[in-house]
């Protein structure tokens, strides 16, 4: 009698998983952001992931920004990748980001972006 041996192939979003419980972490601590329901994990997590782009890639910050569901955390995310990249990305794409952020908190970034002296090298970040 030949024995079949069928190749056993797991997700890699499973593995990860089962890591995780076997060293005591919940799911939510390593579930990547595109598989987490929508709510404060996910949003938290886009935040992480868009504060961790570097100005090369502020089309990934547009998308993440664009994927919270929360104005406030979204705002929070665009303002503070700005800051911290302040200067180094390409203003009409910074301004585009800007659109993503509702009300007052529209202005105040296109302003930001806009004013050099607010971006000056020696400025807190």
Known sequence: MAVSRKLLVIPPVVLV????????LSA????PCDYRTPGASKDECLF???MARPPEDIRGVWMDAKA????????????GWIRTWRGRYYATSAIEL????????QDACVRYVGSPHLQHENAPR
């Open 48 to 50: 992480d992931r868009a």
């Open 68 to 79: 919270i569901g929360d104005p406030m955390v979204r705002q929070a995310a665009v303002m």
């Open 28 to 31: 939510t601590d390593v579930l």
């Open 98 to 105: 800007c659109g993503l952020v509702e009300g007052a908190g």
């Open 17 to 24: 998983l089962l890591a995780a419980v076997a060293v005591g």
